[in-house]
């Protein structure tokens, strides 16, 4: 494999998907689920290697962005975690797709390789699914039901109000376990469908 020159270009434009090869990061806290966000099955990215947007097929945890950069990315364009960073950072080279393409969509982690779906948080993400599931956005925005846009908006809202006032989950924790807000995602799949 090539080596890294460490420009921080890709960190820049793309946080890293998690593998089930990092889930030990997340367990050991070097990365906090606080800088995780779930993009759920069915939302719309912007693939790199393809070049284009797409719609994902699979839930995806990522780093968060920082003014469109990884959380970890310092102001001298350092990782400040690269030892211990994850394996799409190891395996991308602005140089060679090759290696990162050898990975990409395998060993997916998804929120459940981090949390028991049996668990409370488990409980509530599975009915946060149920109610506001992206293919249930997607019919909304096709059929032009805002009424039932409306109330998966409202259902959302109150949700992480409750969570965040209640059990004090901060906003970072709830992008993690919820995915981006409904309103931001009706916005983005606006755009697309």
């Known amino acids: 494999m090539n080596k890294c020159n460490c420009c921080g270009k890709c960190c820049q434009t793309s946080p890293p998907t998690l593998h089930l090869e990092d889930k030990s990061l997340i367990l050991n806290d070097i990365i906090s689920k606080n800088n995780l966000i779930t993009l759920r099955k069915g939302e719309v990215v912007f693939d790199h290697t393809a070049s284009k947007y797409v719609f994902i097929s699979q839930e995806l945890v990522k780093l968060v962005t920082k003014n469109n950069a990884c959380i970890f ?75 039932k846009l409306k109330e998966m908006i409202l259902f959302d809202i109150n949700l992480r109000e409750i969570l965040k006032e209640k059990l004090s989950i901060p906003n970072d924790r709830l992008n993690f376990y919820f995915g981006r807000p409904v309103t931001t995602i009706i916005n983005i799949i606006k755009t697309f469908v």
Not at 77 to 103: A, D, G, H, M, V
């Open 73 to 147: 990315l310092s102001k001298q364009n350092k990782c400040l975690i690269y030892s211990n960073r994850p394996i799409e950072c190891k395996y991308f080279l602005c140089t060679n797709q090759k290696y990162i393409l050898q990975i990409k969509n395998k060993h997916i982690l998804n929120r459940f390789n981090l949390i028991s779906i049996n668990s409370a948080i488990g409980n509530i993400i599975q009915e946060h699914e149920q109610i506001c599931s992206i293919e249930k956005i997607k019919e909304c925005i096709i059929n032009k039901k805002e009424g």
